[in-house]
């Protein structure tokens, strides 16, 4: 059985690198066709036979993409991209210093590799998704997960496999090649008699430390050497003066680059709710906003003018509906919704009007949710010294995150989480998926 697995774990590595191999030489072929059809005028020809020349590129980026485990460690999507970017950024810095400290830099054309690395930036990933998709249909490719734990945490980690096909695993609690361990509501000695217990049955156990609230990628282990001991740095990453002027400057690059389609999404959905229904187009509420400071927050009407008087007929024929409001702080069919509201809810597009409100300085693009002044009983003294810190965003995590379908406390925890253990690549992920989320009306994962 274990020969059986190594034989299966080699193919795998083999045919991985085999197809990233494929395609950094697709990369170089397609970087060729641009340079010859559009670059002419900014570098010479490069001739087939030139190609040849560059294949030690593709041998530097696939040991860099060795070295950051990309074929040896099965991570998720965006955990797997944001490696492979690390990697050609690292190989690109690899590849021009060789260039410019030698003599080749009189060979070698920097814009045709300029081009090869923007291209293996859009290739690579989407290589490696489609083909991980193809080659995961076969269980022989999957690693047999045993889940070990005494916490909900099991159950989560369990769908999370089931849902995640890109890990490339499947649950299995007789044969397994992978142990994972939550060690939430696990005592340190049971702990340690299950990892003593099952390394003699497998190498590989990835232990989940209990404090899972936190993104151990971004902490700093500080060493104790004399008295061996190891000391992790944790901080709330978005109030880091740093990480602030970071975030501040990434996002209004990125507003400043939405500015054009905002102002002609504005006007095509201002005509619609126009002829919708009566009333205005904007509708703004006071919510919370950084430091606690209130302030108006535009979105576009949703709801038909005389709400009030449908919503009190509607819940004396429907009072499931009032318990409904306590868990999930909405109704489940809220009837004041107009046509056009229902779908620009349904696409979180009834809050692109907040746009307005980055100009003005009260929100990010990307942030915890704005909570509204009723709520805030409900957020808790202790949540609040850290959510209310920091500015609201359009989107966030919790949009992103499953949404409405989420109770009020796990909105909580996820906006806790984002404030806690930010960065610019959870931001873009973020980002891209709120984009899914408009386009196909359903929360993303």
């Known amino acids: 059985m274990i020969n059986k697995f190594k034989i299966l774990n080699i193919i795998y590595i083999l045919v991985l690198v085999l197809v990233d191999v494929l395609v950094l030489i697709l990369s170089l072929k397609t970087a060729i066709y641009f340079e010859i059809h559009y670059l002419q005028n900014y570098i010479p020809n490069l001739v087939i036979s030139d190609i040849k020349k560059y294949y030690w590129i593709i041998l530097i980026t696939l040991l860099i993409f060795s070295l950051e485990k990309i074929y040896f460690i099965r991570y998720d999507f965006w955990s797997d ?3 492979i970017l690390k990697s050609l950024i690292y190989s690109f810095i690899t590849v021009f210093t060789v260039i410019t400290l ?12 300029i081009v090869f690395y923007i291209i293996c930036i859009i290739l690579i990933p989407i290589s490696k998704r489609l083909f991980k998709r193809i080659l995961f249909k076969f269980d022989v490719f999957k690693l047999n997960v045993k889940i070990l734990g005494n916490s909900v945490l099991v159950d989560k980690m369990k769908k999370e496999i089931e849902y995640n096909w890109y890990f490339g695993y499947k649950i299995n609690e007789r044969k397994y090649d992978l142990i994972i361990i939550l060690s939430k509501n696990l ?3 049971k702990l340690q008699k299950l990892i003593k217990r099952y390394s003699k049955r497998t190498r590989n156990i990835y232990v989940v430390p209990y404090m899972y609230h936190l993104d151990f990628t971004h902490t700093n282990v500080v060493d104790y050497f004399n008295i061996r ?6 901080e709330n990453r978005l109030l880091n003066f740093k990480n602030v002027l970071i975030k501040y400057i990434s996002e209004k690059l990125m507003v400043f680059c939405l500015l054009p389609f905002a102002l002609f999404l504005h006007l095509f959905i201002s005509i619609l709710i126009k002829f919708d229904s009566k009333g205005n187009v904007f509708f703004k509420q006071k919510r919370f906003g950084k430091d606690g400071k209130t302030f108006s927050c535009y979105k576009y009407r949703t709801m038909y003018i005389n709400g009030k008087e449908i919503l009190e007929e509607y819940l004396k024929n429907n009072p499931d509906e009032i318990e409904y409001y306590k868990l999930y702080h909405k109704y489940e069919n809220d009837p004041r919704i107009t046509k056009v509201g229902r779908i620009l809810r349904l696409t979180s597009m009834d809050e692109f009007p907040q746009f307005f409100n980055i100009f003005r300085g009260d929100m990010n693009l990307i942030g915890p949710r704005p909570y509204m002044l009723d709520e ?10 850290i959510i209310l810190r920091v500015k609201p965003g359009i989107t966030g995590l919790w949009q992103v995150s499953g949404r409405n379908e989420l109770p009020f406390e796990e909105r909580i925890e996820l906006d ?7 960065s610019l690549w959870m931001d873009f992920v973020i980002f891209v998926k709120t984009l899914k989320v408009v386009l ?3 929360g993303a994962k």
């Open 81 to 83: 991209t944001k490696r």
């Open 102 to 113: 030698t003599k080749m830099s009189l060979e070698y054309s920097r814009i045709f590799i």
């Open 187 to 189: 005592a340190v000695e």
């Open 229 to 234: 001991l190891s000391a992790i740095h944790i």
């Open 376 to 385: 805030k009983k409900n957020i808790g003294k202790y949540n609040e010294d």
């Open 416 to 422: 806790k989480w984002y404030i806690q253990n930010w």
């Open 440 to 442: 196909t009306k359903v």
